[in-house]
């Protein structure tokens, strides 16, 4: 059964295969890309691959940090992450709790500080990231509200921005 665009069977397959298995619930993400150090409109592409197939992201920063401005840059990215994580972590946990949307849009927003790259302050680059939901929906407003709660404590992304997670650096020089 599908309720809000999610497939709820599949869910409930993978809950029951984590219950009886709980490695299994650890999956591995891989990201690859490449600096483009010639001319070019992009800085910086990867080639994603996903269960149905790869896709091509680029990368091209603003003006103002040197490059074009002709694609998305780093930012835009990692908050269409957090965005597309958490909307479809609410839209998840909507489903399960038996809620149907009739529309969920969101919009993310931060201010970033750019003087700490340049070196110029130690400011943080963001103090906060603002992420605002609209959801049209015929379930009592406690519901939605306890799918909101749900989504919070489970996105992976939310989890990502608000706990620190241990960054392994290693430079390797060929």
Same mark, same amino acid.
């Given at each position: 059964? *599908? ?15 984590? $219950? ?11 990201? $690859? ?22 896709? @091509? !992201? ?7 940090? &040197? ?13 269409? &992450? ?5 909307? &479809? ?26 003087? *700490? ?27 939605? #509200? ?5 989504? @919070?404590? *489970? ?11 241990? !960054?392994?650096? #290693?430079?390797?020089?060929?």
């Amino acid at each position: 059964m *599908r309720l809000n665009n999610v497939d709820l069977e599949k869910i409930q397959n993978f809950e029951d295969q984590i $219950k009886n298995d709980p490695s299994t619930a650890k999956k591995t993400q891989v990201i $690859k890309g490449e600096w483009i150090a010639s001319d070019s409109e992009v800085q910086f592409q990867s080639s994603i691959e996903f269960e149905g197939g790869t896709t @091509l !992201l680029k990368v091209d920063n603003p003006t103002f940090m &040197g490059g074009g401005g002709n694609f998305p840059g780093p930012m835009h990215y990692c908050f269409f &992450g957090l965005a597309s994580c958490y909307m &479809g972590t609410f839209a998840t946990m909507a489903a399960m709790l038996g809620i149907k949307i009739k529309s969920l849009t969101t919009r993310v927003e931060a201010d970033i500080n750019f003087s *700490r790259v340049f070196g110029v302050s130690e400011e943080p680059t963001i103090d906060e990231v603002r992420v605002i939901i609209n959801i049209q929906s015929d379930a009592p407003e406690d519901k939605i #509200k306890e799918a909101e709660k749900l989504a @919070l404590e *489970r996105c992976p992304v939310v989890f990502t921005l608000r706990n620190p997670v241990k !960054l392994v650096p #290693k430079l390797e020089i060929s």
